[in-house]
């Protein structure tokens, strides 16, 4: 069993940036590939963001490529997403995601643990 708690999120103004940390416990860190995802008022959950769990290879939508950072420190068990030039569009609650497996997928029922997540707001 893994548990996992965001933070870092809040309300910016567009073309801002944030940090979102997700904090595990309970499980060896290094052994779960990790995700990010959102979800926006009245749309389903969507794929953000995911690290192996090498810290050696990342993959993000196309919405943000460009914009977000996902990284990893195994020995902090935590998992970061940077977000730089945020947009409207953005808005959304952040959830990170682990499953147990070498590499991370977009789809949000491969993974096994989820936190609660995390409220970002972007508006003038």
């Known amino acids: 069993q893994v548990q996992l708690v965001e933070s870092g999120g809040g309300l910016v103004q567009p073309g801002g940036t944030l940090r979102l940390s997700c904090a595990a416990s309970?499980?060896?860190?290094?052994?779960?590939?990790m995700a990010w995802f959102r979800q926006a008022p009245g749309k389903e959950r969507e794929f953000v963001a995911h690290?192996?769990?090498?810290?050696?290879?990342?993959y993000y939508t196309d919405s943000v490529k460009g914009r977000f950072t996902i990284s990893r420190d195994n020995a902090k068990n935590t998992v970061y997403l940077q977000m730089n030039s945020l947009k409207p569009e953005d808005t959304a609650v952040y959830y990170c995601a682990a499953r147990t497996y070498y590499s991370g997928t977009y789809n949000s029922y491969e993974y096994n643990y989820w936190g609660q997540g995390t409220q970002v707001t972007v508006s003038s």
């Open positions: 309970g499980r060896t860190f290094s052994n779960y590939a």
């Open positions: 690290i192996n769990l090498s810290r050696g290879s990342t």
